[in-house]
């Protein structure tokens, strides 16, 4: 059994709010390429929303973070390494070791997994999700598997 997501417009919203479109970052690229496919997010849409603080990968933390508004609603979303997102999350056990092994799952098949996270107030959450038996789309729970095969040179952890 793994976590995965219900929402994966959620996921890969929140996933796409901590990406710079402008950057050079092989990470932020990878997840605003996978939007391409995506037609439930359109760039109207991503541009309803007002990134109020960006802050970039950063590799002591291993994660990015934006505070974001659209209309009247007010949240953060981060984006970073799968076992730093579990800590901001305060996984149980059972959750950590389901997602645990499906990160290493999806390393041996050569995909990064990354962890996302959402924060509506004063704690933070994985965008909704239910259990399965089956992986259908993308991984684990605040995980969303970039659909590309990484490359040593551009590997972060």
């Known amino acids: 059994?793994?976590?995965?997501?219900?929402?994966?417009?959620?996921?890969?919203?929140?996933?796409?709010?901590?990406?710079?479109?402008?950057?050079?970052?092989?990470?932020?690229?990878?997840?605003?390429?996978?939007?391409?496919?995506?037609?439930?997010?359109?760039?109207?849409?991503?541009?309803?929303?007002?990134?109020?603080?960006?802050?970039?990968?950063?590799?002591?933390?291993?994660?990015?973070?934006?505070?974001?508004q659209r209309d009247e609603e007010r949240f953060r979303v981060a984006k970073g390494a799968p076992q730093v997102i579990m800590e901001m999350v305060a996984t149980d056990e059972n959750q950590r070791q389901q997602i645990e092994d499906n990160v290493d799952e999806l390393g041996e098949q050569g995909f990064r997994a990354l962890g996302v996270a959402m924060k509506n107030n004063d704690n933070w959450r994985f965008p909704p999700a239910r259990s399965t038996s089956e992986r259908r789309g993308t991984g684990c729970t605040g995980c969303s598997e970039l659909r590309h095969r990484h490359s040593h040179g551009n590997r972060r952890s």
Do not use: C, H, W
């Open 1 to 68: 059994m793994i976590l995965e997501a219900e929402n994966k417009k959620e996921l890969m919203l929140a996933a796409a709010l901590t990406s710079r479109r402008d950057s050079e970052d092989p990470i932020d690229n990878a997840v605003l390429k996978s939007l391409e496919g995506f037609e439930e997010i359109s760039t109207q849409e991503l541009d309803a929303y007002q990134i109020l603080d960006f802050k970039p990968f950063d590799p002591t933390s291993k994660r990015a973070e934006a505070e974001v």
